[in-house]
């Protein structure tokens, strides 16, 4: 979920209006998707946003959904809650990361981050790359395909 979200795109997006001009079409396409995201898909981000507690359970119970397990494993829970507290639910936005990045766009991520925004978000962009199938928890849908890009990322920098 990289956050390549340009200034003007995230205004209109939170302001509701219409979206900047001079965007391409993978970009209209972005932008289409994350308006449909905020209007309908952030339940879990607000509860986050108000409540980051509301996580103590999986932070206290082994009897846990398989795909949340790593997070009472590692007593992570609440504190990877704290992304929806500490962003206002702008974790989309530019976040300035000025080392190098790789970004792979997973077909079923929230948004797929057209490679102009991720190379304007990264300045040190070393690795770009689309993939045809996986989405939001990569690591737990599709690890090889992610261990495959985080190779391809840092083999540039050996």
Same mark, same amino acid.
């Given at each position: ?9 995230? *205004? ?22 994350? *308006?449909? !995201? ?22 206290? %119970?082994?009897?846990?959904? /398989? ?24 974790? !989309?936005?530019l *976040? ?11 077909? /079923? ?6 490679? %102009? ?6 300045? *040190? ?8 199938e996986g ?11 992610? %261990? ?11």
């Open positions: 979920m990289p956050a390549t979200v340009p200034p003007d795109v995230s *205004k209109a997006l939170a302001s509701g209006d219409p979206e900047p001009s001079g965007l391409s079409d993978e970009e209209k396409n972005a932008y289409e998707i994350l *308006k449909d !995201f905020f209007a309908t898909g952030v339940g879990y981000a607000n509860e986050m946003a108000n409540r980051p507690q509301t996580l103590y359970g999986i932070a206290d %119970s082994p009897d846990v959904l /398989d795909n949340v397990t790593h997070y009472w494993l590692t007593n992570t829970g609440i504190s990877s809650a704290r992304l929806y507290w500490e962003s206002h639910l702008a974790f !989309f936005d *976040k300035g990361v000025e080392i190098p990045v790789g970004v792979t766009v997973f077909p /079923d991520e929230l948004y797929p981050a057209p490679p %102009s925004w991720a190379e304007r978000a990264y300045p *040190k962009l070393i690795h770009y790359n689309r993939v045809t989405g939001h928890f990569a690591a737990w849908e599709q690890p090889e395909i992610l %261990s495959a890009e985080l190779r391809a990322t840092f083999r540039v920098l050996r």
